[in-house]
């Protein structure tokens, strides 16, 4: 997952429109559209900056636009929007829930609100406390969650890792 990071990375450059391409999957929503919340709001537009070697370098900027159904779609130039549904965590941590686009799967990714900014995390399901992962199956690149029977639990207990990049209201 290492050499996968700049992929994830610049996942926020696809607004979490591609929402982590795989990464955290499941075949089923974990989260109902009942426990989502308006973490940004009624939208807008950010920058993005991916992150590299500690440092971060400004991407294009995406739009985030509040739907009626209280999930938010992610804009990047050039994109199709991606619907999204935002749930908490615990304390400054969320996850996005995303549905994949052609296929009858989920994708997740943590996000922590710092102020105006929000920094993504895509965690690396190798380096993760192996008691923690009760129901999680493992291939290649990918973690497959669908035995996982609590999941803001599971969310809460990931080490999140670094970001892997940022959002910034402009």
Do not use: W
């Not at 290492?2 to 929503?29: E, F, Q």
């Not at 615990?90 to 990714?109: F, P, T």
Request: aromatic letters at 8%; hydrophobic letters at 35%; glycine letters at 8%.
């Amino acid at each position: 997952m290492t050499t996968l990071r700049p992929r994830y990375a610049a996942l926020i450059a696809v607004a979490l429109g591609t929402l982590l391409s795989g990464c955290i999957t499941s075949k089923d929503a974990k989260f109902p559209m009942s426990s989502a919340v308006a973490l940004f709001g009624d939208g807008g537009k950010y920058k993005v900056f991916d992150r590299v070697d500690d440092k971060y370098i400004e991407n294009d900027d995406a739009e985030i636009k509040k739907r009626a159904d209280g999930s938010y779609d992610f804009v990047m130039q050039g994109n199709d929007p991606t619907a999204v549904t935002v749930h908490k965590v615990e304390g400054d941590l969320y996850v996005v829930q995303s549905k994949k686009r052609n296929a009858d799967a989920y994708d997740y990714l943590l996000i922590r609100q710092a102020g105006a900014e929000f920094f993504t995390h895509a965690p690396d399901c190798n380096k993760q406390d192996k008691a923690k992962m009760a129901g999680v199956e493992i291939k290649k690149d990918e973690c497959r969650i669908d035995g996982v029977t609590d999941p803001v639990k599971f969310f809460a207990g990931l080490n999140k890792g670094e970001p892997t990049a940022k959002l910034v209201r402009q």
